[in-house]
């Protein structure tokens, strides 16, 4: 699973940020978070346009999707056959309704379904769950949580049982018993999948918290430093500091911040949050997270330059 940063800048794109875009892969699938303008140029620019199954905005704001209208067109003109789901929040459909002045007609099906809070959109072995924030209009934030994985096969202890390794080990692994061994002896208690949780745009808010519990990531807004943290409060954001804060209460594995104010560079807020949750990254455009199984290693932040290129001023 990796999470790719298309855009991780604020209500206003710079030459270095663009507007909230994040395209989660995981396995053969790929979902886009949020889809602000200039999106699709930035994916063209840099892992290529892929065939995206799920968009999902996490409100209706402009610099959250205005993106999306251009890109539908893009995979018409593209022949896509494949058909296109698109979730959010109420008010969705309507707005899709009135940029289909925009986009026109397409030869694949485009799908709108507007979520309630804690409805899953089901993928194979994995949900995305939506639930409510606190901005200044409904918004969601989103958290991606595998199905549980089957516990660890001991094949040794298998063995000395007096199983023969070969087809037996997969019988006794997927349920059956052999020769007197049962699965329960020789399968541990099963394991928890990876999650991985986006906040959208939000003040710090306790819905958050609970969905972010023990994920391997959280991808948090910090639109300000702390030194702007009534101004924060009065657009219904977040500060870095606020938002290492979360991160340390949900005891998650990585915290990438995102949605940053044109006033900074990235790094300053980078330090603001590693005073109190160490295990703070500040992605760039082009950055990537990738999230290996638990036992594989820890989540870490591939960086990129500006056009794909390896970077080396990260300030790490």
């Known amino acids: 699973m990796s999470i790719f940063f298309a855009g991780t800048g604020g209500s206003v794109p710079t030459a270095r ?18 889809c602000g303008e200039g999106t699709q140029r930035q994916l063209v620019r840099s892992v290529g346009l892929p065939e995206i199954e799920d968009v999902f905005i996490t409100h209706l704001h402009l610099d959250h999707w205005l993106g999306l209208p251009g890109m539908i067109k893009s995979f018409d003109l593209r022949d896509r056959e494949r058909p296109l ?10 707005l899709m309704r009135v940029m289909r002045g925009v986009y026109g ?18 993928g194979e072995g994995y949900a995305v769950i939506p639930f409510s924030v606190t901005h200044r209009t409904r918004s969601f934030g989103y958290a991606l949580v595998e199905d549980p994985r089957p516990g660890r096969f001991d094949a040794e202890l298998a063995e000395r049982l007096g199983v023969t390794p070969g087809p037996d080990f997969g019988r006794l692994q997927h349920g059956e018993t052999v020769d007197g061994v049962t699965p329960e002896q020789v399968v541990g208690p099963d394991r928890p999948g990876r999650k991985l949780v986006i906040s959208g745009d939000t003040m710090p808010c306790e819905a958050l918290r609970v969905a972010a519990e023990r994920a391997e990531v959280l991808v948090h807004e910090a639109t300000f430093a702390e030194e702007e943290a009534d101004r924060a409060r ?30 900074y560079a990235g790094p300053e807020l980078r330090e603001e ?7 703070t990254e500040v992605p ?20 990129r330059g500006d056009a794909g290129a390896p970077r080396t ?3 790490r």
């Open 234 to 263: 009065q657009t219904g954001h977040s500060t870095a500091l606020q938002a290492a804060d979360l991160a340390r209460e949900a005891e998650v594995r990585l915290l990438a911040l995102t949605h940053l104010s044109t006033r």
């Open 17 to 34: 940020r663009g507007l909230p875009a994040l395209l989660v892969q995981r396995g053969g699938d790929r979902l886009l978070f949020d």
């Open 105 to 122: 007609r397409l030869r694949y099906e485009l799908s709108v379904h507007e979520l309630e809070p804690g409805e899953p959109v089901g």
């Open 85 to 94: 789901r698109v979730h959010g929040p109420a008010g969705l459909a309507e």
């Open 273 to 279: 949050a590693r005073a109190v949750f160490a295990a």
């Open 313 to 315: 001023d990260t300030g």
């Open 284 to 303: 760039r455009d082009f950055d990537t997270i990738e999230v290996p199984l638990p036992e594989r290693g820890d989540p870490h932040l591939v960086a």
